[in-house]
């Protein structure tokens, strides 16, 4: 994989978790909207991301929606959580770590519009701006296609606040199982099934 590819690859991530919280408010149908609590809206935009970069072929090894008054995101003053991942599996990195010093950092939108402007090769807003819609469109379009991961995901995070590397493997491991053929060896025993702790996001 290539820079470029790189790049387009972590913009479709900084897309999705914002998609994810869309998609589980509106759903799929025009004019429906769910009253969602922030700490539910925070599980899917961090499912969001997570699904995304697996999906993509990354390795996610934490997972958490627990806020950090000493990190500011963007112009708000507040951060909602974060998912940890990396291209090695064998890296081992605890979710959730803080800081102990005030830093503001950009948002998702910001560090995908400037990718999309290195992506574009052109100077101006137009051309970036084509790069995102596109890239924001395969996003979406990923989120759609596993959003059933998305829900169970979201359940689980809105439920344990952070899911460390282990249960993310159990995640994955039962997630597989249950798309296997009837009859077909099961890939890892799994762990407790997720509790609906709130209403379905489906179309």
Not at 23 to 45: D, I, M, N, Y
Not at 169 to 193: D, E, I, M, T, V
Request: glycine share 8%.
């Amino acid at each position: 994989m290539n820079a470029e590819q790189e790049a387009e690859r972590e913009v479709i991530i900084l897309f999705a978790g914002q998609a994810a919280e869309r998609r589980a408010v509106c759903g799929s149908e025009p004019g429906f909207r769910r009253r969602l609590t922030l700490g539910q809206r925070a599980a899917f935009h961090e499912a969001g991301h997570a699904v995304s970069a697996w999906m993509l072929g990354l390795c996610v090894i934490g997972v958490n929606v627990i806020a950090d008054p000493n990190v500011l995101v963007g112009r708000s003053n507040s951060f909602s959580g974060g998912v940890t991942f990396t291209a090695h599996e064998e890296r081992s990195l605890a979710p959730g770590c803080r800081t102990t010093t005030a830093e503001r950092v950009p948002s998702d939108l910001q560090k995908a519009a400037a990718l999309c402007a290195l992506l574009s090769g052109r100077r101006g807003w137009r051309p970036a701006l084509a790069v995102a819609r596109g890239l924001r469109r395969a996003s979406r379009d990923m989120l759609n296609s596993h959003w059933r991961l998305v829900q169970s995901l979201a359940v689980e995070l809105e439920r344990d606040k952070v899911l460390t590397r282990e249960r993310i493997l159990f995640f994955k491991a039962r997630c597989l199982r249950a798309a296997s053929p009837p009859g077909s060896a099961a890939l890892a025993p799994s762990f407790p099934a997720a509790t609906p702790d709130f209403p379905s996001a489906s179309a």
